[in-house]
C-alpha cells in the first residue's frame, strides 16, 4: 500500500499543504488557501489585521483555524489519499502567540466532527488575536529583560538571540502589562507551530526546541525553559509552558475529528510542528554540518546547519535549534534584490544585461567597491542609508553591477563569521538564483559549491519530510536525515557551480579590504 506523509505550512498569508508519496519520494499533491480571498470578513490584509499603530501587528488565530477545514476539504475534494497518511507535521510562521484558556484541552480533545473547527474552538481563546512576527510595538519590554537577564549578551548567550521585538518573550510581556486580566486567564501559551499541532492531534502539543528558540525564553544549550528569562518576563510563566520537546516528537496520533471528517487514517501519527525557518533548513536539504542556504528573494537570507551553538551578540543573527538537533543560524540582509535591482534599473540593464556585465569584468573588480544601502541595514546595522563607492566612478556600469553583488556576498562571508562554521556547500535559492553570474560570485567568494535549488514551498515540505523522518524512527527504521531529504531533493536541483580556486587569496585580501570600508562608513568616515 503506498504511504504518504503531509505537510502543512502556517504562514502569514496562507496556509498550504504539501502531499508527499514516500516509496516514489515524488509530490502527490499541493494545496493552498489564501487567508485574505477565503476569509475576508476578519478583514486582513496580507494575513494581518489592520491597526492604528503601525508598530502592532497581529492576526486572528480563528482564521488560521477555519483555514484548516478548508484545506483538509480542498484535499478530499481533489481525492487525496488522506487515508494512506501515515505521518503529519507543520510549519507555522515563527515567533508568533496564541493565547487559550483553561476550557482549551478539554475542547481540544472532543472536537465533534458534525460542526466545524471554528465552531468547537471558538471559546478557547483568552486573548482574540495574535501579535505575530512582524510586531515591532515592545521595545520597552526588550529593554526590560535585557537589563533584568543583565545586558544583549547574557540574554543572547542564555537563549540563542538577543531580545527582539518580534520574538515570543517581549510579546508575552507586553501582554501582561496590558492587560493582566486576560493574562491571568491565560492556561497555555502557544506558537502557531504549537497551536495548529494541538488542533491536528486533539491535544495541547508542546512547542519544539527549533521554535522554541525564537522565544527569547529557552536556554539555548540545555533546551529547556530558562528559568531567569521566564521570570523577567512574566509572572507564572512556567505553568502556561509545556515542556519544550525534540522536533521529532510525535505527539499522538491525529484527532478523531480529522478521521471522521475528512478520512484521515487513524494510525497516521502527529508531529510535533516547527518554525517556518527551521522547516525550510530541511525542506531545503540542510541537514548536514555545514550545510548552508543562500535564498536571494526581496532581502538575502543566509542560514545554516551548525554542529556547535554559537551565538552572536551583536543582534546580526539569531541561533535556533535545528529540526536534525544540531543547531541553525538565521540571519537577514535587507539589501538583496532590492539592491541588486536598484543598480539594474540605474544602467538600464535587464537580468542578462546583467549578469553580463559582471562576467565581463575581472574577479575582485581590481579593488573597486560599493557599500549598497539602499535601505536601512539589517545587517550590518545601518540606520541611515546610502551608497558609498570606493575606487568606483558612479557611471562605471559593468564595475558597479560586479561591485553590487561581491559585496554582498564579501557582507555575508564577513557578517556569517561569528558561526564558528565554515560552509562545506551553499544552497542558492530564491529569485536571483536562476542568475549563473551571480552564483558565480557567491562560489568564489566563499570558496565552496554552490548548488542551485528550486522548491516551491520548503517550509511545507520540510514539515513533510520531517514528518517522514519521525515516522521511520518511530517505525524502528533507522534511516538517517539524507537518506530521508535526499531522494527527494535530488530532483530538485539543478546544477553545481564550482568555485575558482585561483580567486581565493583575492577574496580574502578583498574581505579584509571591505570589511574596512564598512568599518569607515558606519564610524561616519567620508569615502
Ligand atoms: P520573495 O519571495 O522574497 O518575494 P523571490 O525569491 O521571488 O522573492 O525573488 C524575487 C526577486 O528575484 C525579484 O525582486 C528580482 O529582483 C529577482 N530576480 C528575478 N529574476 C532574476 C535574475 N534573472 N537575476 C537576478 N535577479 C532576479
Ligand atoms: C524569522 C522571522 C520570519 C518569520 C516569518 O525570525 O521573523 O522569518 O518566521 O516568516
Not at 470578513?41 to 508598530?55: E, F, I, K, M, N
Not at 521585538?165 to 492587560?179: A, M, N, V
Not at 525550510?280 to 532581502?299: E, F, K, N, Q
Not at 546544477?495 to 564610524?523: C, F, H, N, Q, W
Request: hydrophobic share 40%; charged share 20%; aromatic share 8%.
Amino acid at each position: 500500500m503506498p504511504r504518504y506523509v503531509l505537510g502543512l505550512d502556517s504562514s502569514t498569508q496562507s496556509l498550504s499543504g504539501v502531499l508527499l508519496d514516500l516509496d516514489s519520494h515524488e509530490l502527490a499533491g499541493s494545496w493552498s488557501i489564501n487567508f485574505d480571498e477565503a476569509f475576508p470578513s476578519y478583514g486582513t490584509r496580507h494575513g494581518v489585521l489592520p491597526a492604528d499603530d503601525p508598530c502592532v501587528v497581529h492576526s486572528p488565530p480563528l482564521l488560521w483555524v477555519e483555514a484548516l477545514d478548508m484545506i483538509f476539504a480542498a484535499m478530499v475534494d481533489d481525492q487525496a489519499p488522506l487515508g494512506e497518511v501515515c505521518a503529519l507535521s507543520g510549519s507555522g510562521q515563527q515567533h508568533g502567540s496564541v493565547y487559550l484558556n483553561s476550557t482549551a484541552e478539554a475542547t481540544l480533545a472532543g472536537l465533534d466532527p458534525a460542526k466545524s473547527l471554528k465552531e468547537n474552538l471558538q471559546h478557547i481563546f483568552s486573548r482574540p488575536t495574535s501579535p505575530v512576527w512582524m510586531d515591532s510595538s515592545t521595545s520597552t519590554e526588550c529593554r526590560e529583560i535585557t537589563i533584568a537577564l543583565g545586558g544583549d549578551t547574557a540574554v543572547a548567550e542564555a537563549t540563542g538571540s538577543i531580545a527582539f521585538e518580534r520574538f515570543t518573550g517581549s510579546q508575552i510581556r507586553k501582554f501582561f502589562k496590558d492587560e493582566p486580566d486576560c493574562y491571568r486567564q491565560t492556561a497555555e501559551i502557544a506558537l502557531v507551530s504549537s497551536f495548529m499541532a494541538s488542533i491536528l492531534g486533539g491535544c495541547i502539543a508542546p512547542i519544539d526546541h527549533a521554535d522554541c528558540a525564537g522565544m527569547n525564553l529557552m536556554d539555548i544549550r540545555s533546551r529547556d525553559w530558562h528559568d531567569e528569562a521566564l521570570a523577567a518576563t512574566a509572572p507564572d510563566l512556567a505553568r502556561r509552558l509545556r515542556q519544550p520537546v525534540p522536533s521529532w516528537q510525535v505527539a499522538g496520533n491525529v484527532s478523531s475529528y480529522f478521521v471522521s471528517r475528512y478520512g484521515v487514517s487513524s494510525e497516521a501519527i502527529n508531529v510535533v510542528w516547527s518554525g517556518d525557518n527551521p522547516n525550510s533548513l530541511v525542506g531545503l536539504g540542510l541537514v548536514r554540518p555545514g550545510d548552508w542556504a543562500i535564498s536571494l528573494g526581496t532581502s538575502d537570507t543566509l542560514f545554516g546547519l551548525m554542529k556547535k551553538c554559537q551565538v552572536n551578540t551583536d543582534g546580526e543573527g539569531h541561533v535556533f535549534v535545528s529540526p536534525t538537533g544540531d543547531y541553525m543560524s538565521l540571519i537577514c540582509f535587507k539589501n538583496g534584490s532590492l539592491a541588486r535591482e536598484q543598480i539594474k534599473d540605474a544602467y538600464g540593464l535587464d537580468w542578462p544585461g546583467f549578469a553580463d556585465a559582471i562576467t565581463s569584468t575581472p574577479k575582485g573588480n581590481d579593488g573597486k567597491i560599493i557599500l549598497p544601502y539602499f535601505e536601512p541595514e539589517i545587517v550590518p546595522k545601518v540606520l541611515v542609508p546610502g551608497i558609498h563607492r570606493f575606487g568606483l566612478a558612479e557611471d562605471d556600469a559593468a564595475g558597479n553591477c560586479r561591485a553590487v553583488v561581491e559585496a554582498q556576498m564579501l557582507s555575508m562571508r564577513i557578517h556569517s563569521s561569528w558561526m564558528g562554521q565554515e560552509p562545506t556547500r551553499i544552497f542558492a535559492t530564491g529569485g536571483a538564483s536562476s542568475n549563473d553570474a551571480i552564483l558565480q560570485v557567491m562560489a568564489d567568494v566563499h570558496q565552496v559549491p554552490v548548488v542551485r535549488i528550486s522548491v516551491d514551498n520548503s517550509a511545507a515540505l520540510g514539515a513533510a519530510l520531517r514528518a517522514a523522518h519521525a515516522w521511520y524512527r518511530n517505525d524502528g527504521d533507522g534511516r538517517d536525515w539524507s537518506s530521508v531529504v535526499e531522494p527527494v531533493l535530488s530532483g530538485m536541483c539543478g546544477e553545481t557551480i564550482s568555485p575558482d580556486s585561483d580567486a581565493a587569496g583575492l577574496y580574502d585580501s578583498m574581505a579584509e579590504a571591505y570589511a574596512e570600508r564598512e568599518k569607515l562608513v558606519r564610524d561616519g568616515g567620508q569615502e
